[in-house]
């Protein structure tokens, strides 16, 4: 089978490639930043525990932002869903299509900020504290 092109005609190429199949771990994008401190946050609690710590939506893609208390410190990921609406009932997925690609890359990059930023807060609350 070769490549084609949207209007359907063979591109006359055949490199012999598989649609990649990726579990979910594969396909969820992370951001991993070591914070400054090394104090459990403020924010845990047993309410919160499974819950993010910050959320970033534009339109129908949002991110979701989790900590984690590692011996080597906070460390924060990252997770990315498309919403939608079938029918009645609001689904989520963890598959994006070409035009929601751009959208994704937007909320990738205010996530990646509002992670810095914490980085930078903590580190300065640290400097201040010595």
């Given at each position: 089978?070769?490549?084609?092109?949207?209007?359907?005609?063979?591109?006359?190429?055949?490199?012999?490639?598989?649609?990649a199949?990726?579990?979910?771990?594969?396909?969820?994008?992370?951001?991993?930043?070591?914070?400054?401190?090394?104090?459990?946050?403020s924010?845990?609690?047993k309410?919160?525990?499974n819950?993010?710590?910050h959320?970033?939506?534009?339109?129908?893609?949002?991110?979701?932002?989790?900590e984690?208390?590692t011996?080597?410190?906070?460390?924060?990921?990252?997770?990315?869903?498309?919403i939608?609406?079938?029918?009645?009932?609001w689904?989520?997925?963890?598959?994006?299509?070409?035009?929601?690609?751009?959208?994704?890359?937007?909320?990738?990059?205010?996530?990646?900020?509002?992670?810095?930023?914490?980085?930078q807060?903590?580190?300065?609350?640290?400097?201040?504290n010595?």
């Amino acid at each position: 089978m070769g490549f084609r092109r949207p209007n359907g005609r063979s591109l006359g190429v055949d490199f012999g490639l598989r649609p990649a199949r990726h579990s979910v771990q594969q396909k969820v994008l992370f951001f991993s930043y070591m914070s400054a401190t090394h104090t459990k946050s403020s924010r845990s609690s047993k309410t919160t525990e499974n819950r993010p710590i910050h959320e970033v939506r534009r339109g129908r893609i949002k991110a979701a932002i989790w900590e984690n208390e590692t011996t080597s410190g906070t460390r924060h990921n990252v997770t990315f869903i498309r919403i939608y609406r079938d029918g009645e009932e609001w689904k989520s997925s963890d598959s994006f299509g070409r035009d929601d690609l751009p959208l994704v890359m937007k909320v990738a990059d205010l996530a990646h900020t509002w992670i810095y930023q914490q980085f930078q807060e903590s580190a300065k609350a640290e400097k201040s504290n010595s």
